[in-house]
Each structure stands twice: as structure tokens, then as C-alpha cells.
């Protein structure tokens, strides 16, 4: 019955977002049932990882049909963890929309749709069947279609644009993958594809697949030469959408690819692995390079989204069980780190409604609790020793430098000194130069004040408990890399021939 | 559309489409048809309405509360996957009465989801097909 | 006659991808749902397509005949379609509020502001 406590994480965003859909519901009571809707699967998903914890890997199937024939839905300790985290980064992202949003966006439904978008998220996570993970992709690009265009400006409608036809090019390349997957290997279930994909002749075909899904969750985690959509979109919609947008929606790219290349692919592809540290080599680069060009706040974060994903690519294709741990604590780390730095500029913009660095400045001044947070969030991302930034790239390069990919991993350490300078020069620009215009100071609301608390204070317990987190993330790399818990746990024992 | 056929035909149509849409309904468990067709197939009608007399006059002549069908669709759809769980102890696990009703058969949960899914799209199309149709908001 | 249908697959893939590179919406979307046909029309074709049989026991029979249509491509093309149409149908409304609130249907019309 344990198995109950994930579809409790996943039922209750979707009960708060049909609640929310009712018509003639005020928006007060979408706020109170959307707020519901995040703690409960807050404390569902922190039950969830305590059970996963101890025993491994829980799953159910769909209906009670049986594993290959149904859907499969799975907690390992990788899913777990990311709904936990996922649920951690959506309150702060709430508490800060409860403020912002009412302003100066036509508010119609905003609350639903972002349960739904964390229900896609989640339900991404926990599925064990690769056309359902279609499925949930689909619920999560139709509700972050909708919160990047509410509000109808004009360059929120061109961001959607073009951030709608790259989403469908990268849905039919992935339902292509599925396509040429069910035809040379007869299921959809992730699980008995691990097992039944090493026997399949021709090679060609499995590799082509392969590339398939690397280029359709590529598009998703905006690696280097399909990412121009990202910071032409994320910045257009309000902070909380832009928040949860770009903290969780190109690391469910990543997790795909993780999941995939490690459960399924993880034999057929070693001639993939020089290829994608050029791509990822190229992604941390120009995501860098970019950030440093960029004047507006959330642009260059955007950017700074790109240079991360880079090192995660990197980690998911060194391939070894320690490389997967250090990627999945990485991801905890960017998720809430990211998270942190939209939330955190995000109030200062909203609240002196000033996104440009240019115009900035003096915020140290007069806002010091939140040139305090910016602080020990940049600090963290840049990855000085103590915060959770270290402890992610230090696993990384640790795993590259035994597996001797010693060039992508100098590139990866010389592009933390672009992360650096990024970070300056926002500190600078931003918090601590004299502004050129002085502003009269408003006293922060205090939604903006809890919002930015409750993200910069996670940021912090990730690194205090960093032993006890990395322990568990290693745990969870091992699981990923020796794989028949996972396979065992979904089809049992029996041995299934096609 | 000022065509006199279309304007007369069309309330005789209602029923039909609406008819023949649940017959779609409720033989889709074990035949072709289904929550999905059978509701589009009951969106039309309200639509083709929408087309000939306008939007404003179709709100007034059907004045159900659109927005209403997809929540209540949803609602019922999750609670037939959460009756399998209950009763069953497996999420969307299909319950069967062992009683046969005219009409609708053996009544059970697949049944209720199918249903949930007919008002969905039912409430879906309307709503977009009336945004489309309406030029002046 | 199967082997048409790889070459109509192309076809549809070919100029779908071509109408997205249109600074046109409309034309966006028309390739939009080209793109869909190709893919939806790719999985049905893969997954060894089987003329004339049912995907589905007869009402008269224990088991499936010999010889059976996949029922499994046949639910994941409707899937398909449904998510398909929904994702359509946003595209559509866009279209239409982008045209009323800011009366162009051409990308290079709708300049960023910063």
C-alpha cells in the first residue's frame, strides 16, 4: 500500500488544479486550493522518498495489468527525489505569483494551469512507460504554453510562438523515437526494453532511435545548437511562471535523458559519447558567453540555464555509476539554485519594476535582506566550497577526471570562471553600484518576503545536509547504473521473451 | 448563414446528433466509438447552432454552463480511476456490476470514465469553437 | 501498396518542416499540423501494418485469429491525435487573440521591445 503515497504526490496538484477550474471560482479560493494542493503533495512526496529510501524502488501498474502490456508508473530514488524537489521549488514559485500575478496579468486560471504544469512535471518523473512520458510532456507543454501567453503581450506572444513550434518539432522527433522503438522492439515499457534492447539486430536501427530521443529531450533541455528558443521565451511571462518554467522544464530534458541512456541505452551508445561532449562543451560555452552579453536579468539567467544543462549532458554521458550520482545532486542544486535566482531578481524587478541592469543599482542599500539572499544563491551557483554548487561540480569533475575525459573537463572548470563573472557583474550592476536614479524605498510584501525565505533557505539546507543528500544522490547514481532493481521491481522475476 | 434549410433543419438536427452521440457513448467499451468520439460528435450540433443563429443566441438557447463540463467531466474520470484503486487496490482497475442495464450494459467504472471523458470534450469543444466563432471580444 | 507510404511520410514530413520555417503563423500552424500527419501516419506504418484484420476479438471467438491488426500503434496514433488537436486548437486562439490585440499574423512584424 506504500505505493499510494505516489499517486497522492500526483493526485494532489491535479485535484487542486481541477478544484481551480470550476467556474465562478474566486481567485482567492484558486490561491487557498493551489496552496493546499503543493503542501500536501509537499508532504506526500517527503513520505514518498523516506519510503523509497528504504526499500529501493516502488512501482504499481495502471489497472493491474501486468508490466510489459501496462502502464507502469515507478518510484526509484531518483523520481522521488525530483518530486520532492519539484514540490520544494512550486511553493516559493505560488507564494510569489499569490503577489505578483494579479497585477498586470488577466489572472483567468493562473493557479490551475501552474497544478497542472507541476502535475505534468511529476507525472514525468514517475512514469515507467515511454509513450505515457509522451503523455505527460504534452500535459506539461500545454500548461507552460498557456502561462508563458497570459498576459498577451506582444513579446510574450512572439516568445510563445516560436517556444510552441519548437515544442512540436521536438514532440514529433520524440513520437518518431517512440515510433521506431515500438517497431523494432515491440513494447513501450521502459523496463523490459532495458532488457530486450541489447538483442536487438540491426544495431543501426537502436542507435537511430537513440538519436532520435537525444535530439527530441535535446530541444527540451536546450542543449547547444537547438537552445535559441530558451532565452527568447523564458523571460516574456511573469516571475512566478518564469520561475517554475525554467527551474524544472529542461531538467525534466535532462531526466529523461538520464533515465533513458542510463536505463535503456546505456550499452548501445559509447559511440555517442564524443560527439555529446562536443555538444555539451559548445552548450556550457555559449550559454556562458551569452550570459555575460545580456542586460536584462532574466535574459542572462536564461542563458546562465543553458551553461548548467551543459555540465549535466556532460555528466549523464561520462556514464559511470559516481557521474550519475554527482548529475542527480547537480540537478537538486541547479532546480532550487535556479529557482532561487528568478525569485530573488524577480522581486527586486517586480517590486522596482526594473529588469535591466543598466538602469539598476542600489539595491544593497535598500533592499539588504535581499542582497543577502542574491549573495548566498550566487555564491552557491558559482560553487564556493561550503554551498551545494561544490559539492555538484566537484562530483562531476571527480567522475570525469577517473574516467580521464580530461579536455571536457577543463572546459567545464574554465567555464565556472564565465559563472563567476555573470555572477559579478549582476551583483554589481544590480545590488551594489550607486543607482542612477534614486528610488523611494517601499517596504517589501511580506508574500515576497516568505516567497524569498522559504527558496534561499532550502538553497541553504541542501548544503548544510549535503552528507546525508550526496549519500542518498550516490545511492540513487548506483540504482541507475546497475538498473535490475528497477527492472526487477517493475516486471518481478519472471522472464518475459517477445 | 441566412440559408432557410440549414435554420429549420438544424433544431431537428439537435436531438439526432445528441442521440447518436451517447449511442456512440456507451457502445465504445467493447465496439468502435467512445468518450472521445461520441463527444465530438455532441459538441456539433451545439456549434452548428452557434454557426447559423451566432454565439450570443446559442448562449441563450443552451444556457449550460460550459466551463462546468470540464471539471465535472474530470472530476468523474478520476474517480472512476480512484474507485479501482479503493475497491480493487489498483489505480484505474475496471469495477463491473454483475447486473445488465438497457441501454448503457453492465455498468462499470470504465463506463463512468468514458462518460467523464464524453463531457470533457464536450465542454471543451463548445467553449473553443464559441471562442473561435465570436469576433468581437 | 504499403510502399507509398514511407514516400507520403517524407512528403509530409518534408513540408511540414518547410511551413514552420514561414515568418507566417498561420502557415506555422498548417506545418504544425502536417508534422503531426507525418508522425502519426510514421508510427502507423513501423509498427507492420495489417490489411483487413481486426484489432479486437470477435464477439463470437475465445481468442484473437491467426492473423490481427496491432491494437497497441492504433491507441498511441489516437493518443496522438487528441494531444495533437489540443495543441492545434491553442495554436489557433493565439493566432486569433494575436491578430485582434495586435493585428499581425507575421513574426517579423512583432519586434521585442527591450
Redesign the interface.
Known amino acids: 500500500m506504500k505505493e499510494n503515497l505516489i499517486i497522492g504526490a500526483l493526485l494532489s496538484p491535479f485535484v487542486a488544479g481541477i478544484i481551480g477550474l470550476l467556474p465562478n471560482i474566486s481567485v482567492q479560493w484558486q490561491k487557498r486550493v493551489s496552496l493546499l494542493g503543493t503542501i500536501s503533495m509537499m508532504i506526500f512526496s517527503s513520505l514518498l522518498v523516506i519510503e523509497v529510501d528504504k526499500v529501493g524502488v516502488l512501482s504499481f501498474q495502471a489497472g493491474g495489468w501486468e508490466a510489459p502490456y501496462g502502464i507502469s508508473i515507478v518510484a526509484d530514488r531518483l523520481s522521488a527525489l525530483m518530486v520532492l524537489v519539484t514540490s520544494i521549488i512550486a511553493f516559493p514559485a505560488l507564494i510569489l505569483g499569490f503577489e505578483s500575478v494579479h497585477k498586470d496579468r488577466k489572472v483567468a486560471k493562473f493557479f490551475p494551469i501552474f497544478m497542472f504544469l507541476i502535475l505534468g512535471i511529476s507525472g514525468s518523473f514517475l512514469t515507467g512507460d515511454v ?1 505515457n512520458l ?2 505527460w510532456f ?1 500535459i506539461m ?2 500548461s507552460s ?2 502561462l508563458l ?1 497570459m498576459g ?1 503581450s ?2 510574450q ?2 516568445g ?2 516560436k517556444y ?2 519548437i515544442n ?2 521536438s ?2 522527433l520524440f ?2 523515437g ?3 522503438l ?2 523494432i522492439a515491440g513494447s ?1 515499457n521502459m523496463a523490459h526494453l532495458a532488457l530486450v534492447l541489447p538483442e536487438i539486430e540491426p544495431k543501426g536501427l537502436v542507435a537511430l532511435s537513440a538519436v532520435f530521443f537525444f535530439v527530441a529531450f535535446g530541444i527540451k533541455a536546450a542543449i547547444f545548437p537547438v537552445y535559441f528558443w530558451l532565452p ?1 521565451s523564458y523571460h516574456t511571462p511573469s516571475t512566478a511562471a518564469t520561475t517554475i518554467i525554467g527551474a524544472l522544464l529542461t531538467k525534466v530534458g535532462i531526466y529523461t535523458m538520464l533515465r533513458f541512456f542510463s536505463l535503456m541505452y546505456y550499452d548501445q551508445i559509447s559511440w555517442m559519447q564524443q560527439i555529446v561532449f562536443v555538444i555539451a562543451a559548445f552548450t556550457m560555452i555559449s550559454g556562458g558567453l551569452g550570459a555575460l552579453a545580456q542586460t ?1 536579468v532574466k535574459k542572462l539567467f536564461s542563458f546562465s540555464i543553458i551553461s548548467q544543462i551543459g555540465y549535466m549532458v556532460m555528466g549523464v554521458f561520462i556514464g559511470t555509476a559516481a557521474a550519475f550520482g554527482a548529475v542527480i545532486y547537480f540537478l537538486v542544486h541547479n532546480i532550487l539554485v535556479k529557482g532561487a535566482l528568478f525569485i530573488i531578481t524577480g522581486i527586486v524587478g517586480e517590486h522596482t519594476r526594473n529588469f ?1 541592469l543598466k538602469k539598476g543599482g542600489g539595491i544593497a542599500k535598500t533592499y539588504p535582506l535581499l542582497a543577502v539572499f542574491y549573495l548566498i544563491v550566487g555564491l552557491s551557483l558559482v560553487g564556493i566550497p561550503p554551498l551545494s554548487g561544490f559539492w555538484g561540480k566537484f562530483g562531476l569533475l571527480s567522475a570525469g577526471i577517473i574516467t580521464e575525459q580530461y579536455w571536457i573537463i577543463s572546459i567545464a572548470l574554465a567555464v565556472s570562471v564565465l559563472t563567476i563573472l555573470y555572477f559579478l557583474k549582476v551583483w554589481n550592476e544590480y545590488f551594489w553600484k550607486a543607482p542612477k536614479v534614486t528610488k523611494t524605498k517601499r517596504p517589501l510584501p511580506y508574500k515576497f518576503v516568505i516567497s524569498g525565505s522559504a527558496i534561499v533557505l532550502s538553497v541553504i539546507l541542501i548544503a548544510v545536509f549535503a552528507d546525508p543528500i550526496i549519500n542518498y544522490c550516490v545511492q540513487a547514481g548506483e540504482d541507475l547504473f546497475n538498473k535490475n532493481l528497477y527492472i526487477k521491481s517493475v516486471l518481478g522475476d519472471v522472464e518475459i521473451s517477445i | 448563414m441566412k440559408t432557410l434549410i440549414v435554420n429549420t433543419a438544424i433544431k431537428f438536427l439537435i436531438p439526432l446528433f445528441v442521440l447518436y452521440s451517447l449511442y456512440l457513448l456507451f457502445r465504445g467499451h ?1 465496439e468502435p466509438g467512445g468518450g ?1 468520439i461520441g463527444g465530438l460528435i455532441g459538441a456539433l450540433p451545439f456549434v452548428m447552432y452557434a454557426m447559423v443563429y451566432g454565439v450570443d443566441e446559442a448562449r441563450k438557447t443552451f444556457p449550460f454552463n460550459w466551463p462546468l463540463f470540464k471539471s465535472l467531466g474530470l472530476s468523474l474520470a478520476i474517480s472512476a480511476a480512484l474507485l479501482g484503486l479503493i475497491f480493487k487496490g489498483d489505480l484505474f482497475a475496471a469495477l463491473w456490476a454483475d447486473f445488465y442495464l438497457p441501454i448503457i450494459g453492465k455498468p462499470g467504472t470504465p463506463i463512468l470514465f468514458d462518460i467523464g471523458v464524453y463531457f470533457v470534450v464536450v465542454g471543451v469543444i463548445v467553449e ?1 469553437s464559441y ?2 466563432i465570436n ?1 468581437e ?1 | 501498396m504499403e510502399i507509398v507510404l514511407p514516400f507520403v511520410v517524407g512528403f509530409l514530413f518534408t513540408s ?2 518547410y511551413l ?1 520555417m514561414h515568418r507566417n ?1 498561420i502557415k ?1 500552424i498548417l ?2 499540423a502536417l ?2 500527419y ?3 501516419l ?2 502507423f506504418v ?3 501494418i495489417t490489411l483487413g484484420q481486426p484489432a ?1 476479438i470477435p ?1 463470437d471467438a475465445e481468442k484473437m485469429g491467426e492473423v490481427y491488426a496491432d491494437p ?2 492504433q491507441a ?1 496514433i ?3 491525435i ?2 495533437g488537436f ?2 492545434q ?6 493566432l ?3 491578430y ?3 493585428g499581425t499574423a507575421n ?1 517579423d512584424e ?5
Open positions: 509513450f509522451f503523455v504534452e507543454l500545454i504554453f498557456v501567453v498577451n506582444k513579446k506572444v512572439k510563445t510562438i510552441l513550434a512540436v518539432l514532440s514529433t513520437l518518431v517512440i515510433g521506431v515500438y517497431g513501450v527568447s536584462n535591466d | 467493447n472521445f473553443l471562442n473561435m469576433y471580444d | 511540414g518542416v514552420m503563423f506555422i506545418g504544425m508534422l503531426g507525418a508522425g502519426n510514421f508510427l513501423i509498427s507492420r479486437f464477439s497497441f500503434p498511441l489516437l493518443t496522438a487528441v494531444i489540443g495543441v486548437a491553442f495554436a489557433i486562439i493565439l486569433k487573440r494575436t485582434i490585440n495586435i513574426l512583432l519586434k521585442d521591445e527591450d
